[in-house]
């Protein structure tokens, strides 16, 4: 079969033959439709992410859309101990399939299952969430999250903090379900001022950023605060801006503050395929949208380093589908 394929960490993938795999006890084998190329995979395909294990050569993407031997096709999240799906064929566990209801285009189902399961299982599996509470969503214009503003607008959020760079990205979130739209650009401490005013008394922050800006967004927040008893969820899920922050001791002395995480071991794999029935079906009802930037995989090396539209996910696809 063929593959994209990492042969360094430095390098993007190529596409090339490869073995194809052989289905072990527990799972089938299935014909790969679609994969995206989410902020994950590249962390994976250039071993940064925090579940490599510095193995190579690997075949990178942890999700996508297949067609299994009878025909139907599925989305599906790969088990970590199996082949990437960004090949003409993988494996799967069925316990973590979830079958594509008809009419639904497999292309946007794999551009947007992952960038919304963050959000999703976050609200749903990590915190009690409530309808009318806040939200604040930092790092709001990346593709997760665009998709948080959604999904915390149909999860019934009373006020939603969307806030970020990009003033071109910013401008579309409103028509997103966004309550307040925040710029983090220009003058830090400005930002800061302006962050702290719209989102002191949010219930829940969705961290996509850490580094910097969340270095600056938590005490901008939390000394804010009308009551600072009241409990902050601040959900820890990407880490666009860097993998650390220092944090004063005195951030968790001087409010409620709650901080966790929200990803592969804070939430079973069994709590996040328990969820992929339910977020499917919001997408394909389009309660929440994607925009997906179909490329053949045979083009996988090019198309991993070149500018793709903002808003846009790009999915590999194969002859195959």
Same mark, same amino acid.
């Given at each position: 079969?063929?593959? %994209?394929?990492?042969?360094?960490?430095?390098?993007?993938?190529?596409?090339?033959?490869?073995?194809?795999?052989? *289905?072990?006890?527990? &799972?089938?084998?299935?014909?790969?439709?679609?994969?995206? $190329?989410?902020?994950?995979?590249?962390?994976?395909?250039?071993?940064?992410?925090?579940?490599?294990?510095?193995?190579?050569?690997?075949?990178?993407?942890?999700?996508?859309?297949?067609? $299994?031997?009878?025909?139907? !096709?599925?989305?599906? /999240?790969?088990?970590?101990?199996?082949?990437?799906?960004?090949?003409?064929?993988?494996?799967?566990? *069925?316990? &973590?399939?979830?079958?594509?209801?008809?009419?639904?285009?497999?292309?946007?189902?794999?551009?947007?299952?992952?960038?919304?399961?963050?959000?999703?299982?976050?609200?749903?599996?990590?915190?009690?969430?409530?309808?009318?509470?806040?939200?604040?969503? @930092?790092? %709001?214009?990346?593709?997760?999250?665009?998709?948080?503003?959604?999904?915390?607008?149909?999860?019934?959020?009373?006020?939603?903090?969307?806030?970020?760079?990009?003033?071109?990205?910013?401008?579309?979130?409103?028509?997103?379900?966004?309550?307040?739209?925040?710029?983090?650009?220009?003058?830090?401490?400005?930002?800061?001022?302006?962050?702290?005013?719209?989102?002191?008394?949010?219930? !829940? /922050?969705?961290?996509? +950023?850490?580094?910097?800006?969340?270095? &600056?967004? $938590?005490?901008?927040?939390?000394?804010? &605060?009308?009551?600072?008893?009241?409990?902050?969820?601040?959900?820890?899920?990407?880490?666009?801006?860097?993998?650390?922050?220092?944090?004063?001791?005195?951030?968790?002395?001087?409010?409620?503050?709650?901080?966790?995480?929200?990803?592969?071991?804070?939430?079973? %794999?069994?709590?996040?395929?328990?969820?992929?029935?339910?977020?499917?079906?919001?997408?394909?009802?389009? +309660? @929440?949208?994607?925009?997906?930037?179909? !490329?053949?995989?045979?083009?996988?090396?090019?198309?991993?380093?070149?500018?793709?539209?903002?808003?846009?996910?790009?999915?590999?696809?194969?002859?195959?589908?």
């Amino acid at each position: 079969m063929h593959a %994209a394929v990492v042969r360094s960490f430095e390098l993007p993938p190529r596409f090339e033959e490869f073995p194809a795999p052989e *289905p072990a006890e527990g &799972r089938l084998p299935v014909e790969m439709v679609a994969a995206a $190329l989410h902020p994950r995979v590249r962390s994976g395909a250039n071993g940064t992410h925090y579940t490599s294990d510095g193995r190579l050569p690997l075949i990178p993407g942890v999700d996508g859309v297949g067609r $299994l031997p009878d025909g139907q !096709v599925v989305y599906f /999240v790969a088990d970590d101990g199996d082949p990437g799906t960004m090949a003409e064929r993988t494996v799967l566990d *069925p316990r &973590r399939a979830v079958p594509l209801p008809a009419g639904a285009d497999p292309v946007t189902v794999a551009a947007a299952m992952n960038p919304a399961m963050s959000s999703w299982v976050a609200l749903r599996r990590r915190i009690t969430f409530k309808p009318g509470q806040g939200v604040l969503v @930092l790092g %709001a214009t990346g593709n997760a999250g665009r998709m948080a503003v959604q999904i915390a607008r149909h999860l019934g959020a009373g006020r939603i903090v969307a806030a970020g760079r990009d003033p071109e990205r910013l401008e579309l979130l409103g028509g997103l379900g966004a309550t307040d739209v925040v710029s983090l650009a220009g003058d830090p401490d400005r930002a800061d001022a302006r962050l702290g005013e719209a989102a002191a008394d949010v219930d !829940v /922050v969705l961290d996509y +950023t850490w580094g910097t800006p969340t270095e &600056r967004a $938590l005490p901008a927040v939390l000394t804010r &605060r009308t009551d600072r008893s009241a409990p902050l969820d601040w959900i820890q899920i990407g880490a666009t801006a860097g993998p650390g922050i220092t944090l004063p001791s005195a951030a968790l002395r001087m409010a409620n503050l709650r901080l966790m995480g929200s990803g592969q071991g804070s939430v079973t %794999a069994r709590g996040i395929v328990a969820e992929l029935p339910s977020l499917m079906a919001e997408l394909t009802r389009g +309660t @929440l949208t994607a925009d997906a930037l179909p !490329v053949p995989l045979a083009g996988v090396e090019e198309a991993w380093t070149a500018p793709v539209e903002p808003g846009r996910r790009l999915v590999f696809t194969t002859s195959r589908g």
